[in-house]
């Protein structure tokens, strides 16, 4: 069983840049594919990005395309989330997510088996 924790949210201008970190305790990570969601008030959980177990595929939400990179360090059992060119709709809490489908970049979160609790991030105009 995997327990995530993300890190590196908090209050950037529009234009700007923050990366977040997903830390997982397990020992197993390196066969989980990861993802980040997202979830602005009053809207559902959306997906932003995915990444396969080794990285060698990567699916990105088309609006964050081009603006976020999703990247993962099994040696650190961490996954990041490379936020560029900051907007105001960019404001949600952003959380990781754990698939024990290694090869699996679902953009689906019924797909994912574990989640972290969070991370605000508030982008102001």
């Known amino acids: 069983q995997a327990q995530l924790v993300e890190s590196g949210g908090g209050l950037e201008q529009a234009g700007g840049s923050l990366r977040l970190s997903c830390a997982a305790s397990?020992?197993?990570?390196?066969?989980?594919?990861m993802a980040w969601f997202r979830q602005a008030p009053g809207k559902e959980r959306h997906f932003v990005a995915a990444?396969?177990?080794?990285?060698?595929?990567?699916n990105y939400y088309e609006p964050v395309k081009g603006r976020f990179t999703i990247s993962r360090d099994n040696a650190k059992n961490t996954v990041y989330l490379q936020m560029n060119s900051l907007k105001p709709d960019d404001t949600a809490v952003y959380y990781c997510?754990?698939?024990?489908?290694?090869?699996?970049?679902?953009?689906?979160?019924?797909?994912?088996?574990?989640w972290g609790q969070g991370t605000q991030v508030t982008v102001s105009s």
């Open positions: 990444i396969s177990s080794r990285g060698t595929r990567i």
């Open positions: 997510a754990a698939n024990r489908d290694r090869y699996a970049v679902s953009n689906y979160s019924f797909s994912y088996d574990y």
């Open positions: 397990a020992h197993t990570f390196s066969a989980y594919s």
